[in-house]
């Protein structure tokens, strides 16, 4: 019992500097302007500690490297504290390494959820929560969506998408597990 709230405790706790440095690294990615509050908060949060490392590793295109960097070592830090600093570094990497695939994975599920929900319900338009999770769902939607055509009026390509993306999050996790042991 102690084990589990020790896990439940550690992944809480990192749930938010992982969550903030996703988005630092998603935003720009998919063009969100940073205009939006959310954006401007996010890169507020995050630059301070992206400014020291962007001056070593360099940017691709619109993508971020520190902030990948900093994402990885961050998971790797929760992997280190969840196998309660045991074990070899090189396997505190990998398996955050994993974590950090596995908490992408999850977050892309609970948005593209949001964006299945959102086209339910249609909330208020141009509320920057909106339109950041219909950016960051709309691509792996559309991709799934070629493959798996409209049923009538019902577009099933968030359904697949959350299957898809749980079934890689499950093998990751088994994958985490076993390095773990």
Do not use: K
């Not at 102690?2 to 990192?14: D, E, Q, V």
């Not at 401007?40 to 590793?57: C, H, K, M, Q």
């Amino acid at each position: 019992m102690g084990w589990t709230i020790y896990h439940y405790l550690i992944t809480f706790l990192f749930w938010i500097p992982l969550t903030v440095l996703f988005l630092r690294i998603a935003l720009p990615l998919v063009r969100a302007p940073f205009s939006d509050p959310l954006v401007g908060w996010v890169y507020s949060i995050a630059n301070p500690l992206l400014r020291p490392l962007e001056r070593f590793v360099p940017r691709w295109r619109n993508l971020s490297l520190a902030a990948v960097l900093l994402f990885w070592l961050v998971a790797s830090v929760e992997f280190a504290l969840l196998l309660r600093l045991a074990g070899h570094p090189g396997l505190w990497l990998l398996g955050g390494l994993l974590g950090a695939i596995r908490f992408t994975l999850g977050f892309l599920i609970a948005l593209i959820l949001l964006y299945a929900l959102f086209s339910l319900f249609q909330p208020r338009a141009g509320t920057s929560f909106v339109f950041i999770t219909e950016r960051l769902a709309t691509p792996l939607c559309n991709r799934i969506r070629r493959l798996v055509p409209l049923i009538g009026p019902f577009d099933l390509s968030p359904a697949f998408a959350i299957l898809l993306l749980m079934i890689l999050r499950l093998v990751l996790t088994e994958l985490t597990v076993g390095l773990m042991r």
